[in-house]
């Protein structure tokens, strides 16, 4: 390779780096136990009491999910939910999103029902309702 290709490739390198360096956040980070804007919180107790699981994307089995900072298994272990997304949450009572079937429509804040306490088991965004 001449000078000019590796003071080019020189300048690319720099130009990459700084672009990275000055990037921010691709998104809300995901099982932070934090439920922020973009995420759907499923919280081990009512009326948003208690941990937290905050999905950022779709989780087909929460069998290796616990509730961050606590060795409480997320799996069947839903008591209530913040949808913060813009899409339409499905939850599911069984993995692979099988089961009875309900929807949390973008903004819903409220407790399980009796269907669905403490028995989901996966959870999925889609842009359609149930």
Known sequence: ?????????????VALVSALA????????????????????LYYSPNRGGPVL????DDDNFANDYFPGTSTPANDNTASYW?????????????????????????????????FRNRISSAQYLSTSC
């Open 83 to 115: 949808n913060r997304d813009s899409f339409i949450w499905h939850v599911y009572t069984n993995a692979g999103y099988t089961g009875s079937h309900g929807c949390l429509d973008p903004g819903h804040i409220g407790n399980a029902s009796t269907t």
């Open 22 to 41: 000055l990037a921010g956040p691709a998104g809300a980070a995901h099982k932070n136990g934090v439920v922020e804007a973009g995420e759907f919180g």
């Open 1 to 13: 390779m001449n000078k000019r290709g590796l003071h080019m490739a020189g300048a690319l390198g």
């Open 54 to 57: 905050d999905l950022y994307t």
